[in-house]
């Protein structure tokens, strides 16, 4: 069995080190720009969604509105007087 020798490890642990500054470096670049592509397609979407709900709104109200309603006939009207 080999053991590990000082100079490996150290290689290990420098190119963890490299990966993750490359990554920081690399996300500060790239993340704003996937941010801003998530938040245009939710906006999207979003907007899709008010517009089906406008235009299924505006059918119903117009079916509604093109049938009269009929008065209804209660009865005569009679004027009491206050009696004291």
């Known amino acids: ?21 490359l990554f920081k470096f690399l996300m500060r670049i790239f993340a704003p720009i996937l941010m801003q592509k998530a938040v245009n397609k939710m906006q999207e979407k979003m907007q899709e969604q008010y517009r089906q709900q406008q235009e299924q709104y505006n ?26």
């Open 1 to 21: 069995m080999e053991m590990a020798s000082l100079t490996g490890t150290i290689k290990v642990i420098f190119y963890i080190i490299l990966f993750y500054y």
């Open 59 to 84: 059918n119903t109200t117009q079916s509604t509105n093109t049938a009269p309603k009929p008065k209804k006939e209660v009865g005569e009207y009679i004027d009491y007087e206050e009696v004291k």
